[in-house]
């Protein structure tokens, strides 16, 4: 067997591309950032409707639905203006990633219990789509940040 340091085995060589940085990284975090920087913005124009919106799932009492009324649309902002602007990335990703997967399973378990609801995340817009076309977008959100958490764009320097 040949030790010398000049060997390069396949499984220590591992080579970057050399070419231009892809642009899907970006654009990804762009358009998801932005679906999030949307969504708390028509929370934040009425915060009582969105408190409604929430008890509809009776999951939450009515005071705790108001705090979170009041605090998440903003979560929502901030954490999608990290993805747009690239500073906080990583958190802004996680955090998203959680929030989305606690909507599914909230949403999961009050249409198992018969609770036929609007989610009223896009305020007025997304009112008229089935359950079936809100799972449809919530869980391609939630495939977009997987693939934006597991991407090689948020081990950059620009993230720290």
């Given at each position: 067997?040949?030790?010398?340091?000049?060997?390069?085995?396949?499984?220590?060589?591992?080579?970057?591309?050399?070419?231009?940085?892809?642009?899907?990284?970006?654009?990804?975090?762009?358009?998801?950032?932005?679906?999030?920087?949307?969504?708390?913005?028509?929370?934040?124009?009425?915060?009582?409707?969105f408190a409604?919106?929430?008890?509809?799932?009776?999951?939450?009492?009515?005071?705790?639905?108001?705090?979170?009324?009041?605090?998440?649309?903003?979560?929502?902002?901030?954490?999608?203006?990290?993805?747009?602007?690239?500073?906080?990335?990583?958190?802004?990703?996680?955090?998203?990633?959680?929030?989305?997967?606690?909507?599914?399973?909230?949403?999961?378990?009050?249409?198992?219990?018969?609770?036929?609801?609007?989610?009223?995340?896009?305020?007025?817009?997304?009112?008229?789509?089935?359950?079936?076309?809100?799972?449809?977008?919530?869980?391609?959100?939630?495939?977009?940040?997987?693939?934006?958490?597991?991407?090689?764009?948020?081990?950059?320097?620009?993230?720290r």
């Amino acid at each position: 067997m040949n030790t010398s340091p000049h060997v390069q085995t396949p499984l220590l060589n591992v080579q970057r591309s050399v070419g231009r940085p892809s642009i899907v990284w970006p654009v990804l975090a762009f358009v998801i950032g932005a679906v999030f920087v949307y969504a708390g913005a028509t929370k934040i124009l009425d915060p009582l409707a969105f408190a409604n919106d929430i008890s509809h799932y009776r999951i939450l009492s009515w005071p705790l639905g108001i705090r979170l009324a009041f605090y998440l649309p903003w979560l929502e902002i901030f954490c999608g203006l990290a993805l747009i602007v690239g500073r906080l990335r990583t958190g802004g990703t996680a955090i998203l990633l959680a929030l989305t997967v606690i909507f599914i399973g909230a949403s999961i378990a009050a249409r198992a219990r018969g609770i036929d609801l609007t989610c009223g995340c896009f305020g007025s817009v997304g009112k008229g789509l089935s359950f079936s076309w809100h799972l449809a977008i919530d869980f391609a959100i939630l495939g977009g940040l997987l693939a934006l958490y597991f991407s090689p764009m948020l081990s950059r320097p620009a993230d720290r």
